[in-house]
């Protein structure tokens, strides 16, 4: 079956620890966002901070949506408690709009030692990075990805 919108497929270029035994999880971290979905029953205030993807182009493209101004928030993850973070399992998350293969909840004991990185490129949007930034996300980005490679290996 081909990979598309009903048929995702597991993310085979995520990035691992050099022993293989755990995984980098990404999020973009806007803290002037808005804790409470409006057109939903369910608060976002206990997911916040927990959503992570371990996608980089999952990343990109949601940065790109997004305003500017915000931090890419990167944590590492034991393999072995993937599955159990997967957002699809969890018990409010499941029933929200979400891409099931590249979502995770991450629980605060999990995201002690995060890094934060603020993602500097500049917009005269601001509420989203316009067309021509695109460039400079993904290049922003792809050096997060190379520096988690080089200190890593």
Excluded: C
């Excluded at 081909?2 to 806007?30: A, C, H, M, W």
């Excluded at 999952?58 to 408690?81: A, N």
């Excluded at 399992?89 to 629980?107: F, G, Q, S, T, W």
């Amino acid at each position: 079956m081909e990979s598309g919108y009903d048929t995702p497929q597991e993310n085979k270029e995520r990035i691992e620890s050099i022993d293989g035994n755990r995984v980098f999880l990404f999020r973009y971290d806007l803290p002037q966002a808005p804790n409470i979905n409006p057109n939903s029953e369910v608060s976002r205030d206990e997911l916040v901070g927990s959503w992570f993807t371990d996608s980089t182009k999952s990343l990109k493209t949601y940065i790109k949506t997004r305003p500017p101004g915000g931090s890419i928030v990167v944590v590492e993850v034991p393999k072995d408690k993937l599955e159990k973070l997967k957002a699809i399992n969890h018990p409010v998350a499941k029933d929200m709009d979400i891409e099931p293969l590249d979502n995770y909840i991450v629980p605060d004991e999990l995201l002690v030692g995060a890094k934060t990185m603020p993602l500097t490129v500049p917009s005269k949007s601001p509420n989203k990075f316009l067309l021509k930034d695109w460039a400079s996300v993904d290049s922003f980005v792809d050096g997060i990805v190379r520096q988690l490679k080089e200190t890593n290996s």
